[in-house]
């Protein structure tokens, strides 16, 4: 007795079937990779938490934390007796409060308003052109930020409005920090802002709105998620900002006005990792605890902008 096997009729069946498992080994393959991207990223987040809390806790072994967060007064690496040295924060906190502050009063409202226009009023043509020409601005190198600071923006200050600003002050240090982050405020936002769907708009104009209407009371309000969120990066980037402070801001540790030359948390570190600070002293272990508070203020300040955007963000 003869039994005969079924054959597949299908023309080219047998093609189908092995280009059907090459497609499959393919796919896993990609996912594998993509996996073990993912898996990098995040332990490599973890890596440089762990790293940061460790070398930290080797500071606070020796300093006390109130101390490090009540001082008025910051002498790491300028006391000869590292045990009578000043570990005060709140002096490079605060220069960089006010530079960041600065840098926001600069970015945030000529960002959005770029955003406005370019989603809003530009033609189509003259939005493909200038969108570009604006975020051209993130590609400069930020040393060269600061040295326009330092010998173009301080001067003019000085022969304008305020004769007696020093060489190196914060004020024009955040005044072009401010420019350097107008590009990410403006380019997230207006891509925040054009998402917002065309009905809104062309319901404002059918009751009656103006343009101007339509984009402050409709179309800003609708984005506002994206809007804080383009504010949130920029202000992380003023505040981790670190050549143009460094340049222009000076590197003197004191509680002063804008006017005056003051050092900024970043500036601290970038002058101890100059290469003559001796490993495993008490001044190397102070780059860790001041990097894991700006760490800290940047983690706050994010969670709270999630919450904003999670609290107030439409679907469409």
Known sequence: MVVKTRQDPRPGSELWKRESRARNVRERAVRIVLTVCAYISVLTT????????????????????????TETQWTAGFSDDPSQAQYGIMVLAWATFLSTA????????????????????????????LK???????????????????????????????????IFNIFAAGLVMGIMIIPTVASVS???????????REGGYALGATKR????????????????????????????????????????????????????MTAYIVQVTGGETPRGTIQYE?????????????????????WFVRRYREIY
């Open 46 to 69: 973890f890596g440089i938490i762990f790293v940061l809390f460790e070398e930290a806790a080797r500071f606070f072994s020796e300093v006390s934390p109130v101390r490090f967060l």
């Open 102 to 129: 600065i840098a926001c009063a600069v970015a945030l409202p000529l960002g959005l308003g770029a955003a406005i226009y370019l989603s809003e009023y530009a033609s189509t043509g003259l939005r493909r052109s």
């Open 132 to 166: 570009p020409a604006l975020e051209v601005l993130a590609g400069v190198p930020t040393i060269v930020y600061g040295f326009f600071a330092l010998t173009f923006v301080t001067p003019v200050l000085q022969a304008t409005i305020f004769p007696n600003i020093g």
């Open 190 to 200: 207006e891509d925040a802002i054009y998402a917002v769907p065309s009905g809104l």
């Open 213 to 264: 209407e339509v984009a402050t009371k409709i179309v800003v309000p609708a984005a506002i998620s994206g809007i804080v969120a383009s504010f949130v990066l920029g202000i992380s980037r003023a505040v981790g900002e670190t050549m143009i402070v460094a340049v222009a801001g000076g590197l003197t540790p004191q509680i002063a006005g804008p006017l005056q030359p003051m050092q900024t």
């Open 286 to 306: 102070t780059i860790f605890a001041v990097g894991l508070t700006l760490f800290l203020m940047t983690l706050v300040l994010n969670m709270i902008a999630y």
